[in-house]
């Protein structure tokens, strides 16, 4: 039986919140630039406690994203926070030069990301981020699963000299990652073992994706399942030796089909060993006003879509 | 239309816009109360428009864009007091399969919306576009926009406005919701907007002030407003509104920016704000 410890259920960005909250207590060099989003992002108590290590820039993303470039530059390491959308494709050409090719210490902190932002409706619900983001040259692509592995991986990204997304969201989601667990970037971690069906999700979809496991485990399939929190760079011994035990593979996550942690996942099996996939992903569309459940549900992200997909794939094997 | 009627309007837009954002515990109440009056003036006196036969286009219409769009249910409101979609249609807002959705967008077809907006900053650019459309199709109607004052800190707003008066766009007035409010707090205190008037000046706009809560100093600042188009200068008026306007407890802070009242809190307001034509 399938049985997985869980620590209570928490927003992913307290958890942001948390460890830039820790870090500036343990490294001077950390600043925190907001955009607005203040409360929204959990930064509240880092400004509290560190007022000139906090920049407040007003509701202008791209003068944020270079002035951060620009704080790099003597030596700081600065946390942008706002929403994923006004974290990319608002400013996407502002990350593109000042940040990536530029290769600068800037740490991008996307809250709200995917549809469970709910009822303020697709302006603010990226589902593109993940796919604008590892296209760039020299950045990295995390994706964190719960609250404690947020505040691991916001940690963590400062040991990494070079720019960082940390994407994390707006719902409560359920705690299984240690509290002391070692957040190691671009190094997967197997929760399940199985041999029937290969799982890789990202973010909360790695909560569902246990679930899924439980469910198929009721019956008779046997599933492993990978929190890939880390999409660039991609862990591609872990998906390789995966496969090679179970010879398909589901991947989920709460963005597009396009350009997600799905179309990585496939393209380093096409190169390398062609492999049945199903994605668990939104198929093109934008998404709406709801509640997160009603959300995804209606877009086909949620525990019965990852069991469906890992049925269909079995089939193809 | 009497400042009375004006006023028994507005009284029921303040009602719908507490008891939309209530029943889903979610959107922006604040920026919406302390509109309700102006929206109320320019739906129901001072645009011409044809609430029952919308069209993309607006030909021979004047057209109005929502910048800062998370002010939707004093827009939502309006648009279906004013006959444009089914007021019953407000019991939807922020709900699954709503075409009244967070933040406004014509995806869903809803009558009265010609762009989405939500991501703030990209409202006076899209009514540029139209404005100049409207010179080109020689259409004389004007192209009317609404702007939160936090939103000014975006740079595309400037962007915009040096387009505009550079390139003469003199058919177009647009509106600041001057309440001196946004999220994290005060605008002095997030990033100060310093002197707007003198901004925009020094962008080669005219520039007006008006009460937005004093229906005879709007009616005359938008006459005013409208007789200096078509002179090479685009128009922007900075109005002063209260956010909150209208629920005592609302009013003198940025809380009620992006929240919900509770049932209890709900009640509180509805009892300030008088049932004329009747809720949804
Ligand atoms: C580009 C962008 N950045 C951030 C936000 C989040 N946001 C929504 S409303 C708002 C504050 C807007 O302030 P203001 O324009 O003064 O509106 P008011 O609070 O007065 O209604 C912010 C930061 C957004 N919607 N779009
Ligand atoms: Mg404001």
């Not at chain 1, 604008?132 to 916001?154: C, E, G, R, S, Y």
């Amino acid at each position: 039986m399938i049985e997985i410890e869980v620590f209570g259920k928490k927003d992913t960005r307290s958890g942001f919140g948390e460890g830039l909250l820790e870090l500036g207590r343990t490294n001077p060099d950390v600043l925190a630039l907001c955009a607005d989003l203040t409360g929204s992002l959990k930064m509240d108590a880092f400004q509290k406690e560190f007022p000139e290590r906090f920049f407040q820039v007003g509701i202008a993303e791209a003068n944020m994203i270079s002035i951060a470039a620009g704080m790099t530059i003597g030596g700081k390491i600065p946390f942008t926070g706002t929403f994923a959308n006004f974290s990319t494709g608002r400013v996407y050409d502002q990350i593109r030069q000042s940040v990536a090719y530029s290769n600068k210490n800037v740490k991008i902190a996307a809250s709200h990301a995917g549809l469970t932002l709910g009822e303020d409706g697709a302006t603010h619900q990226i589902l593109e981020d993940i796919g604008m983001m590892k296209m760039l040259p020299h950045m990295t692509v995390i994706v964190p699963a719960d609250f404690n592995q947020t505040k691991q991986a916001t940690i963590a990204c400062t040991k990494h000299n070079g720019p960082v997304y940390l994407r994390f969201g707006r719902p409560s989601v359920p705690i299984f990652v240690r509290e002391d667990a070692n957040f190691v970037i671009g190094k997967a971690d197997t929760i399940i073992e199985g041999t029937d069906v290969t799982i890789i999700a990202c973010g909360h979809l790695v909560w569902k994706s246990i679930e899924a496991a439980k469910e198929l485990e009721k019956q008779g399939i046997s599933a492993e399942v990978i929190n890939m929190h880390t999409i660039k760079p991609l862990d591609e011994e872990a998906v390789l030796k995966s496969i090679a035990k179970t010879k398909c593979v589901v991947t989920a996550e709460e963005h597009m089909y396009h350009g997600g942690l799905g179309d990585s996942i496939a393209q380093l099996l096409a190169r390398t060993a062609p492999t049945p996939q199903e994605y668990v992903a939104v198929n093109d569309t934008f998404g709406e006003s709801g509640t997160p459940d009603e959300l995804m549900a209606k877009y086909h992200i949620d525990t019965p879509d990852v069991v469906a997909a890992a049925l269909k794939v079995i089939k193809r094997k | 239309m009497e400042n009375a009627e004006l006023k028994r309007i507005a009284s029921q837009v303040r009602r719908d816009i507490v008891r939309m954002v209530a029943a889903v515990s979610s959107g922006h109440p604040g920026g919406s109360l302390g509109c309700a009056d102006f929206f109320t003036l320019m739906y129901f006196e001072v645009m011409k428009q044809d609430p029952k036969n919308f069209t993309m286009d607006g030909k021979n219409e004047d057209i109005f864009f929502l910048s800062n769009g998370h002010i939707s249910p004093v827009w939502y409101s309006v648009l279906s007091r004013r006959g444009y979609f089914p007021v019953p249609e407000l019991n939807t807002f922020r709900k699954l399969s709503s075409r009244l959705q967070g933040h406004p967008t014509p995806e869903k077809g809803l009558e009265g919306i010609r762009m989405a907006s939500g991501s703030l900053g990209q409202g006076l650019s899209n009514a540029i576009g139209t404005a100049q459309v409207k010179k080109l199709n020689g259409d004389n109607c004007l192209v009317y926009t609404l702007h939160g004052d936090g939103e000014l800190q975006e740079g595309q707003i400037w962007e915009a406005a040096m387009y505009a008066a550079a390139h003469k766009v003199d058919n177009l007035i647009a509106t600041v919701d001057y309440n001196g409010r946004q999220i994290d707090g005060d605008c002095d205190d997030v990033i100060s907007l310093g002197n707007l008037k003198e901004k925009w000046q020094a962008f080669g706009w005219v520039v007006l002030e008006m009460d937005g809560h004093n229906f005879d100093d709007m009616r005359k600042t938008l006459a005013e407003a409208k007789a200096k188009t078509g002179q090479g200068k685009p128009i922007v008026i900075l109005m002063k509104t209260e956010m909150g306007q209208g629920v005592d407890y609302m009013m003198g802070t940025h809380k009620w920016h992006g929240s919900a009242p509770n049932a209890e809190q709900l009640e509180k307001a509805l009892n300030q704000l008088e049932e004329t034509i009747g809720d949804y």
